[in-house]
């Protein structure tokens, strides 16, 4: 009981206690939610009532004032369209290109910082300056550094190779790839464009710091004793990797793996500020289908649909993940 | 109080794990070669943004490229302040403009925060937990998903374009409800009967004693929520439309799509824009991947 016993007036019977306590209680309440009220406003309008009202707006015709009522006719009409499987297909591969990757270069880097050497804080500091920048900024670095007269450009010319067009260029990686053989791949097997390759090579290098740090965090929470007694039996590095880092880790794989996923299928800023979307739209993803669709072409029901849909592949994907290989994790670790 | 939590939490993520691998110095080589070619491949872009805002535009594209500018040019830095092409607020303003959201949004946060997460973590009042839950389950949601409705709201309140609606929505945050409330639960409760006995109400034992106690949640909050606030792009381009209203990161943004940019000019506009926050991030640095670290560890 949170009511300090001390400020019930003692002359009180246990009767007028109690009701005392119960007055206390209901001025505790009113005085809570007067102290919520600042928060709760904000976050009810922008936040709760928002979602209900994004399926209210979804529902209709809504250009830019409510129009026609449709039902669920815009989400029928965007399961079939196929800017939106497109857009699914370049999202699912900007995941595929960068969070795998992401997650194996933080561990190593995680690994190689939790040994004790001096001054290895300096470089934990370098590998997490990128999550600090803005995107903004920081795209437009990689924006120049991939321009076709660019400094990447400059630097495969200068190694003697015909140089790609980076982020102009539409054609699929695998295709690229297979080009000087004389492979013609079909066409579904091109894979993403080399724009969404580098605008991933980007990423990879803006959120390795974020996962580095997490993987410390969890690297030091693995208790000293049971590397000492693996040390006593024998084990060799990769063993202790193997049978006792990597097992205990797992949660905090888990949770990287997680927090990526969603990240990847809500990025925007870099994807904006790269390529827009373009060439030809290979880059453009679900999160910036919804922008375009929304604050350029001014379809707003059709658009908050669509972010609907994003939604709810954000939440079966988490769910899987949770599903899938949340159990792995507690079958490992527990 | 608050030097305790931070040794608490300091120590084992500064040093590390191990010492199993190091008995050998010679071992240290590998891992220190690694670790600085990695730390080359993150730092060269930075490298390379510095080194080409004090390039000509000719030497920029020069093929083959120069390294080190042959004439340090300081003048990019002035032509891209004062915002060659249509912009007439230039980048003074939307610095202006930056600061004074961020530090609104940081201070209107903080007080939201630190008002409902001692609700929260101290008082018993009745429907705690369904307000509690309410408010979790606003967190499955992402931003994209209340783009258009937020945007919608804002254009009836009459609010597009102005400072209110890149102010006001993000003056609360669940992130740092939560936060608070986790940082406050921690302290003992016999300091609320100590206060009682002097005679404070929970207003008083709030701001008195509380606050600051809580003073490294608070200024964990206050960091993200700066930095979130410094950076980003998406609401601002949506609800601004004016020169004059911009903030930094979406006048950058028209800088950089802009046909005819000079790059060198851009990367002197990159440079200024990441400088303030990076020289926040090597003052505050503890804060910022302790916080990192915590947030990661609870999951």
């Known amino acids: 009981m949170a ?11 246990s009767r007028g206690g109690s009701s005392s306590r119960r007055r206390r209680y209901w001025r505790t309440t009113a005085l809570a939610y007067l102290f919520l009220l600042p928060a709760v406003v904000v976050i009810a309008v922008f936040h709760f009532f ?21 039902a669920l006719t815009n989400y029928t009409v965007i399961l079939q369209d196929s800017d939106f499987h497109q857009a699914l297909v370049t999202t699912i591969w900007y995941a595929v290109l960068t969070v795998p990757i992401s997650i194996i270069l933080a561990l190593v880097a995680a690994l190689l910082l939790s040994r004790n050497l001096r001054g290895v804080a300096v470089y934990r500091t370098l590998f997490f300056i990128p999550y600090v920048t803005s995107t903004v900024a920081a795209a437009a670095v990689w924006r120049v550094i991939f321009r076709p007269d660019g400094a990447i450009s400059g630097f495969w010319k200068w190694a003697g190779a ?28 091109d894979g993403p464009s080399l724009a969404l390759f580098c605008i991933a090579v980007m990423s990879i290098w803006y959120s390795q710091g974020f996962d580095t740090v997490v993987f410390l965090a969890g690297l030091t929470a693995i208790p000293k004793e049971l590397y000492e007694a693996a040390r006593l039996d024998g084990a060799s590095e990769g063993q202790v990797f193997r049978y006792l880092t990597w097992p205990l880790l797992m949660p905090t794989t888990f ?80 | 109080m608050a030097s305790t939590t931070q040794t608490r939490q300091l120590p084992a993520i500064r040093t590390g794990t191990t010492t199993r691998h190091t008995r050998h110095p010679l071992r240290a080589v590998p891992v220190y070669s690694a670790l ?46 004062k915002l060659p092409g249509p912009w007439p607020g230039g980048f003074a303003r939307y610095f202006v403009n930056t600061i004074f959201i961020a530090s609104a949004t940081t201070a209107g946060s903080i007080i939201t925060s630190v008002l409902a997460g001692y609700t929260f973590a101290k008082m018993e009042f009745f429907g705690r937990n369904v307000v509690f839950m309410c408010l979790l389950a606003t967190l499955m949601v992402p931003f994209e998903a209340m783009l258009v409705p937020d945007f919608v709201i804002v254009k009836s309140l009459h609010w597009y ?32 009967d100590a206060a009682q006995l002097d005679g404070l109400g929970h207003a008083g034992y709030l701001y008195r004693v509380v606050a600051p106690l809580s003073l490294p949640g608070i200024l964990t909050l206050a960091l993200f929520g700066f930095l979130e606030s410094w950076n980003s792009l998406l609401w601002p381009l949506i609800v601004t439309s004016s020169d004059t209203m911009r903030p930094l ?48 560890l609870k999951g």
Do not use: C
Request: aromatic share 16%; net charge positive; charged share 5%.
């Open chain 1, 162 to 189: 015909p140089s790609p067009q980076w982020l102009n260029e539409p054609r699929g990686i695998f295709q690229l790839v297979l080009q000087p053989f004389g492979i013609v791949p079909p066409a579904w097997a």
């Open chain 2, 161 to 192: 374009d102005t400072y209110q609606a890149l102010i006001v929505p993000w003056l609360a945050s669940v992130f740092g409800i939560f936060l608070l409330r986790q940082t406050i639960s921690t302290l003992p409760n016999e300091l609320w």
């Open chain 2, 36 to 81: 600085t070619v990695g730390g080359i491949l993150v730092a060269l872009p930075f490298i390379w943004m510095v080194l080409t805002s004090f390039k000509t535009q000719f030497e920029a594209l020069a093929y083959p490229p120069t390294f080190l500018p042959s004439v340090w040019h300081l003048s990019n830095y002035a032509d891209a302040w």
């Open chain 1, 50 to 70: 928002a979602i209900g009202f994004a399926f209210y707006i979804s529902l209709f015709n809504w250009k830019v004032i409510r129009g026609a009522f449709l």
């Open chain 1, 3 to 13: 009511i300090a016993p001390v400020l019930v007036p003692t002359a009180l019977g």
């Open chain 2, 249 to 296: 990161q979406v006048g950058l943004s028209f800088f950089i799509t802009e046909n005819g940019t000079q790059i060198s000019q851009l990367m002197a506009a990159a440079t200024f824009t990441i400088a303030p926050i990076l020289v926040l991030f090597l003052v505050a640095q503890r804060q910022f991947i302790e916080g990192i670290a915590r947030a990661g």
């Open chain 1, 255 to 334: 949770f990287i793996l997680v927090i990526s996923v969603i990240g990847s299928f809500k990025a925007f800023n870099q994807i904006y500020i790269m390529t827009g979307g373009g060439p030809a739209g290979t880059t453009t993803t679900v999160a910036l289908l919804v922008y375009n669709q929304a604050f350029r072409y001014g379809h707003l029901g059709y658009a908050s649909s669509l972010a609907f849909i994003l939604f709810a592949i954000i939440l079966g994907l988490t769910l899987v993940q949770f599903r899938v290989v949340g159990r792995g994790v507690r079958a490992a670790s527990g």
